[in-house]
Nanobody, 124 residues
Framework: QVQIVESGGGLVQAGGSRRLSCAAS????????MGWFRQAPGKEREFVAA????????AYADSVKGRFTISRDNAKNTAYLQMNNLKPEDTAVYYC?????????????????WGQGTQITVSS
């Protein structure tokens, strides 16, 4: 069992930056694909980014490509989401997720572990 805790949420002005952190418990963090999803009020949960076990392969939603960067530090059991040039439409609850299979996925049902979420609010 893996427990995930996100941090770093808050209020940011449009054009600003924020880094989210995702701390995972357990000794097998390096075996998990990690990712981020987000859910805005009244909208479905959507894929944001994912990273493979070594950090050598990543995937991004088109809406964040070029602005967001996902990374991980296996020694610290932590994944990150660096968000730059934030826009009001990035306002959402951001969830860190993990899956115990080899391949990246953009589907929320393919992730086994979810954090409680952290709120990002971007003001215009």
């Amino acid at each position: 069992q893996v427990q995930i805790v996100e941090s770093g949420g808050g209020l940011v002005q449009a054009g600003g930056s924020r880094r989210l952190s995702c701390a995972a418990s357990g000794h097998t963090f390096s075996l998990y694909v990690m990712g981020w999803f987000r859910q805005a009020p009244g909208k479905e949960r959507e894929f944001v980014a994912a990273i493979n076990q070594s950090g050598g392969s990543t995937a991004y939603a088109d809406s964040v490509k070029g602005r967001f960067t996902i990374s991980r530090d296996n020694a610290k059991n932590t994944a990150y989401l660096q968000m730059n040039n934030l826009k009001p439409e990035d306002t959402a609850v951001y969830y860190c997720v993990g899956r115990s299979r080899l391949l990246l996925s953009r589907e929320n049902y393919e992730y086994d572990y979810w954090g409680q979420g952290t709120q990002i609010t971007v003001s215009s």
